[in-house]
Structures are given as structure tokens and as C-alpha cells.
């Protein structure tokens, strides 16, 4: 499918059929990304997405703390002498 680049004041657009925005399940939000010469178009991910459930498998193990995160090196921030 082809489709025309078009202006939307000084910026440029393109339809999308809205068969393919539900093919997609495109809708609201969207995240995109220049990748090998393409524009990647994709619904927008949540950023505590799967949050829920590593609680509760940690609930369950009786954990309080991501057994993931366990040697992973601290950011300048949290390893660093603080100046006040």
C-alpha cells in the first residue's frame, strides 16, 4: 500500500487506513523509531508494564527484593560520596 507524505503545518504526516490502525491495535499513543532506513510505528509500551506480576512472585517467596537486580552495578549516584 502506498500513501502520500503530507504537510500538517510545518511538520509532515501520513494517513494510516484505519483497517490497518486495527490490525495494529494502534490507538491513543504510539512509539516511534527509525530503524534500517524504516519508520517503525508501534503501540506505546506502559513503563511499569509487568510490574504486577515480579510482586507478586516475589509475595509469594516471601522476597523483598528483585533477585534480578542482585549484582548489577550501582549508578554514579548510589555509589558515590555525596556532597552536601
Given at each position: 500500500?502506498?500513501a502520500?507524505?503530507?504537510?500538517?503545518?510545518?511538520s509532515?504526516?501520513?494517513?494510516?487506513?484505519?483497517?490497518?490502525?486495527?490490525?495494529?491495535?494502534?490507538?491513543?499513543?504510539?512509539?516511534?523509531?527509525?530503524?534500517?532506513?524504516?519508520?517503525?510505528?508501534?503501540?506505546?509500551?506502559?513503563?511499569?508494564?509487568?510490574?504486577?506480576?515480579?510482586?507478586?512472585?516475589?509475595?509469594?517467596?516471601?522476597?523483598?527484593?528483585?533477585?534480578?537486580?542482585?549484582?548489577?552495578?550501582?549508578?554514579?549516584?548510589?555509589?558515590?560520596?555525596?556532597?552536601?
Amino acid at each position: 500500500m502506498r500513501a502520500q507524505v503530507i504537510r500538517i503545518g510545518n511538520s509532515r504526516g501520513v494517513r494510516i487506513p484505519v483497517h490497518l490502525l486495527k490490525q495494529c491495535r494502534l490507538d491513543g499513543e504510539v512509539e516511534m523509531e527509525a530503524k534500517n532506513g524504516r519508520l517503525v510505528i508501534k503501540r506505546a509500551g506502559t513503563c511499569r508494564a509487568g510490574w504486577g506480576e515480579a510482586f507478586r512472585r516475589l509475595a509469594s517467596a516471601h522476597d523483598d527484593r528483585l533477585q534480578e537486580w542482585d549484582g548489577l552495578p550501582g549508578t554514579k549516584w548510589e555509589t558515590g560520596e555525596w556532597k552536601w
